[in-house]
């Protein structure tokens, strides 16, 4: 039983972390069904998402290889791109550095992650309702400002290299918001970058990058906090937890990226608003 909850959750966990669905929220709700809670369970939530952060070094090794490169490039490379990473990360950090005993103690209950899958399911419609207001082009990368004169075209920032220091900044800001389970750090990272003016694709491969750093912040502090609930004999179940979010993982983040050439979010908003009723219902 041991295996098959690791099997199920490193699934949860990969299918789940880089989509704007919250895959803290979903890990404790499936945890909750499973009976799978407690100190040992939270370490191994903890552990299984360096899986997945794995999956996007692997995807995208290129771009963080030409991070280590400490040339002056314009675009998302060397000191620029650790620079803007930088920017990104320091928000969370900070914030849950700071909050991180009140969030561990009163926000991951099922009840914390319906509200949050809630609020963030109606940000995802909001702003791809504005979005489609101000851009109505039917192709999505370009449309008409409301009111603006001369029928005046504005289009969105295409491609990693167009991120700039604002636009990283802002998307940190938003990411502050997944602290609370439910949110989705991914759903507050592309929300961030969309309202900074970045396209869907964009806006979600910089949300995978950015994802990395905090990502293995949050691990590795939450891991050393938990230390005295790590034996030797949990290793084999911890693996198979890591190496079924790793794989999936890879496909999930191959197949969002494909379905934000022709899709919104919008689907992934409905979903959390249904995941948030269902979740009340039960408990």
């Given at each position: 039983m ?7 959750l490193?699934l949860?966990?990969?299918?789940t972390?880089?989509?704007p669905v919250?895959s803290?929220?979903?890990l404790i709700v499936?945890?909750h069904?499973?009976g799978f809670?407690?100190p040992k369970?939270s ?7 360096l899986?997945?952060i794995l999956?996007v070094l692997?995807l995208?090794?290129e771009?963080f290889?030409?991070?280590l490169?400490f040339?002056?490039?314009?675009g998302?490379?060397?000191?620029r791109?650790?620079f803007?990473?930088f920017l990104?990360t320091?928000?969370a950090?900070?914030a849950?550095?700071?909050?991180h005993?009140f969030?561990?103690?009163y926000l991951?209950?099922p009840m ?9 399911g ?5 702003v791809?309702?504005r979005?489609?207001?101000?851009f109505p082009?039917t192709?999505?990368t370009v449309?008409?400002r409301?009111?603006?004169p001369?029928?005046q075209l ?7 290299d167009?991120?700039d220091a ?10 502050c918001?997944?602290l609370?389970?439910g949110?989705s750090?991914a ?6 970058g ?7 694709k964009?806006a979600?491969e910089?949300?995978f990058?950015?994802a ?6 949050a691990?590795l502090f939450d891991?050393?906090?938990s ?17 079924v979010a790793?794989?999936s993982a890879?496909?999930?983040v191959?197949?969002f990226?494909r ?5 919104t ?6 979903y959390?608003?249904?995941a ?8």
């Amino acid at each position: 039983m041991e295996s098959l909850t690791a099997v199920i959750l490193g699934l949860v966990e990969g299918l789940t972390e880089f989509m704007p669905v919250s895959s803290t929220g979903h890990l404790i709700v499936v945890g909750h069904l499973l009976g799978f809670e407690g100190p040992k369970a939270s370490v191994f939530e903890v552990f299984i998402q360096l899986g997945a952060i794995l999956a996007v070094l692997f995807l995208y090794r290129e771009r963080f290889f030409g991070l280590l490169s400490f040339e002056k490039k314009v675009g998302f490379s060397g000191q620029r791109g650790i620079f803007l990473l930088f920017l990104t990360t320091l928000p969370a950090v900070l914030a849950g550095a700071g909050f991180h005993g009140f969030i561990k103690r009163y926000l991951f209950s099922p009840m914390t992650v319906a509200l949050g899958l809630g609020v963030g399911g109606l940000g995802i419609l909001l702003v791809e309702r504005r979005r489609r207001t101000q851009f109505p082009s039917t192709a999505g990368t370009v449309g008409l400002r409301p009111g603006a004169p001369h029928r005046q075209l504005v289009s969105f920032k295409f491609g990693l290299d167009s991120v700039d220091a604002r636009v990283a900044l802002r998307v940190g800001l938003f990411q502050c918001l997944a602290l609370w389970p439910g949110i989705s750090r991914a759903a507050a990272t592309i929300l961030g970058g969309m309202a900074s003016g970045l396209d869907r694709k964009t806006a979600a491969e910089y949300s995978f990058l950015a994802a990395v750093p905090v990502m293995f912040a949050a691990v590795l502090f939450d891991l050393y906090k938990s230390l005295e609930w790590l034996h030797r004999s949990d290793i084999p179940i911890f693996l198979i937890g890591f190496t079924v979010a790793f794989l999936s993982a890879w496909v999930t983040v191959r197949f969002f990226i494909r379905l934000l050439q022709n899709h919104t979010l919008e689907f992934f908003g409905w979903y959390r608003l249904v995941a948030a009723f269902f979740i009340l219902w039960i408990y």
